[in-house]
């Protein structure tokens, strides 16, 4: 009877164990796959479309001529993932505020209500339409970033993820970086037309800068998945 106990509890250890890992590895493959996809996605996008990817934005990219729909399901598949990459972190056992959760479902939001609602740059677009498109993507590119920096007051109190508290500063700060050469180069754009104007558009044209925020923001979102790991083995191998 003595056997079977032990035996009852080491099973019973090795599945508190194992839980967290197997949940985050279901949430990870599901937020990788929708990532995966949303990135190949729009890479296929810029390869069959005849717009410039160095100028163009990507809200042009829906009335492309070839790859009809392809922003569109590129952007849903992006908020898919957001939502996983929520799912895996919880799921390892750290600590999700509200106000993590809450990023989440904006930046969701933000993204989806862009794909739903094209940007006006035919007469054929309701203005109301363009204006629902240009807050949303304000509202995804502002939340995103957010995300990121409410997880790091759970890393401060846990030395074992020291480097991944590092990671998160540094790829904040290129975040930073990112949104502030995309607002000026969307202002600059936007503004009356002046020598100095023209050489800020030309030397950082607006679909160039837009491309640096989402090749940031894809990074910041596998560096909150391998967060997610990391935590889930760290309690794992506290567990023994």
């Not at 908020?79 to 509200?98: D, E, N, Q």
């Not at 975040?175 to 104007?197: M, N, Q």
């Not at 030309?202 to 790991?229: E, M, N, T, W, Y």
Request: glycine content about 6%; some cysteine; hydrophobic content about 55%.
């Amino acid at each position: 009877m003595a056997d079977l106990g032990t035996k009852a509890k080491a099973a019973t250890a090795r599945t508190v164990r194992t839980l967290p890992v197997a949940r985050t590895r279901v949430w990870t493959i599901a937020a990788s796959a929708a990532l995966g996809w949303a990135l190949f996605t729009l890479l296929i996008l810029h390869v069959v479309s005849s717009f410039n990817p160095l100028v163009d934005p990507l809200s042009r990219y829906a009335f492309t001529d070839n790859g009809e729909g392809m922003l569109e399901a590129s952007l849903l598949s992006f908020a898919v993932g957001v939502i996983a990459v929520r799912g895996a972190l919880a799921a390892s056992g750290f600590p999700v505020t509200r106000t993590t959760t809450v990023l989440t479902g904006a930046t969701a939001l933000g993204l989806a209500a862009a794909a739903l609602f094209p940007a006006t740059f035919t007469a054929e677009i309701d203005p109301a339409s363009g204006l629902i498109h240009q807050y949303a993507s304000v509202l995804a590119f502002a939340a995103l970033p957010a995300i990121a920096f409410s997880v790091l007051d759970g890393l401060r109190h846990v030395p074992e993820l020291a480097a991944a508290r590092t990671m998160f500063v540094r790829l904040l700060q290129l975040c930073a970086l990112s949104l502030t050469l995309f607002a000026v180069s969307y202002v600059a754009d936007a503004l009356p037309s002046t020598p100095l104007l023209n050489t800020v558009v030309s030397l950082l044209p607006v679909g160039f800068a837009q491309r640096i925020v989402f090749v940031v923001d894809f990074c910041l979102l596998a560096a909150v998945l391998v967060l997610a790991v990391r935590t889930a083995r760290l309690h794992g191998a506290r567990c023994r």
